[in-house]
């Protein structure tokens, strides 16, 4: 009996070790790597984020299932590198008010220093509680538009004309702005118009969510995959691979650098610090 109980000891105590380690052995995995690259200062400038509204991980029309939303660093890594470097940011989601946070990505073993801050920050809690709809979105304020990712941006961010219309009017407007998504994020671009009425996209190097990766998650009751959809539209999709794909991570930034694109969750930080880097190269 004394062995067993020792042996329950030794055992809790072994448990506790790795689960306090986990968060550490997942990201030298290769989960949210840090930033290495040059941090950067844009005072002055605007940049949108936009997330999904939906909220439910369910096959399409089904009323219930789990929670899902927009992932917590999708938002978190692209909101506080533009905060930081000194733009203005505001928060839109499709359609606009609270928008859902999958409760996942805020698990301890996952969470990232972003995150936590956000969870600590009520004006950016207001915002996301407050977010604008895309419909009132005045577009041509923005220097950069960065769309997140998140399951929940399966259901609505392609399905969206106002989203499609607000891309292209974005393209063309007279800012110019880099447009970013990451992720499932990258599902907004797909449908968006040139002006000759083409797919924007179409030629266009970018990333998204590999197909490897839904399929080994083993989460595909979602309507819309990104590397699916990308292709379909056009793009000429990059990405990179690891053991897991949930542990890749790739940027595409296009030939004309107009779009800066993020494989997925472990991709945001990076991406949202090339969006800033293309925008303080320009004349």
């Known amino acids: 009996m004394k062995k067993l109980f020792t042996g329950l000891i030794a055992a809790a105590l072994l448990l506790g070790v790795f689960l306090l380690s986990l968060p550490a052995i997942l990201h030298k995995g290769g989960l949210h790597p840090e930033y290495l690259g040059p941090t950067l200062t844009l005072p002055g400038q605007r940049a949108l984020i936009i997330t999904t509204s939906h909220g439910v991980l369910a096959a399409p029309g089904e009323p219930e299932g789990a929670a899902t939303g927009v992932f917590g660093s999708e938002m978190t890594h692209p909101y506080y590198t533009f905060l930081d470097g000194g733009m203005a940011v505001d928060i839109a989601s499709i359609e606009g008010g609270e928008i859902p946070i999958d409760p996942s990505s805020f698990y301890f073993m996952i969470k990232t220093p972003e995150d936590e ?12 509680k407050n977010s604008i709809p895309i419909a009132d979105v005045d577009i041509e304020q923005y220097d950069v538009v960065f769309i997140s990712g998140g399951w929940g941006a399966a259901y609505d961010l392609a399905q969206s004309p106002e989203l499609a219309m607000k891309v292209s009017e974005s393209y ?31 030629g266009r190097r970018m990333t998204g969510v590999t197909d490897k990766q839904i399929q080994e998650i083993d989460i595909e009751v ?12 056009g793009a000429i999709f990059e990405s990179q691979s690891a053991f897991l794909d949930f542990f890749a991570t790739h940027v595409t930034v296009d030939d004309e650098r107009r779009f800066v694109t993020g494989q997925n969750q472990n991709s945001g930080l990076e991406a949202a610090h090339t969006v800033m880097r293309i925008l303080s190269e320009r004349d």
């Open 117 to 128: 801050r956000y969870l600590n920050d009520p004006i950016a809690q207001a915002k996301v």
């Open 172 to 202: 063309y407007s007279a800012k110019a702005p880099v447009i970013g998504g990451v992720c499932h994020g990258v599902l907004g671009l797909v449908n968006a118009l040139d002006s000759d009425g083409h797919l924007l996209i179409a």
């Open 222 to 233: 979602t309507p819309l995959h990104p590397e699916t959809e990308l292709r379909k539209a």
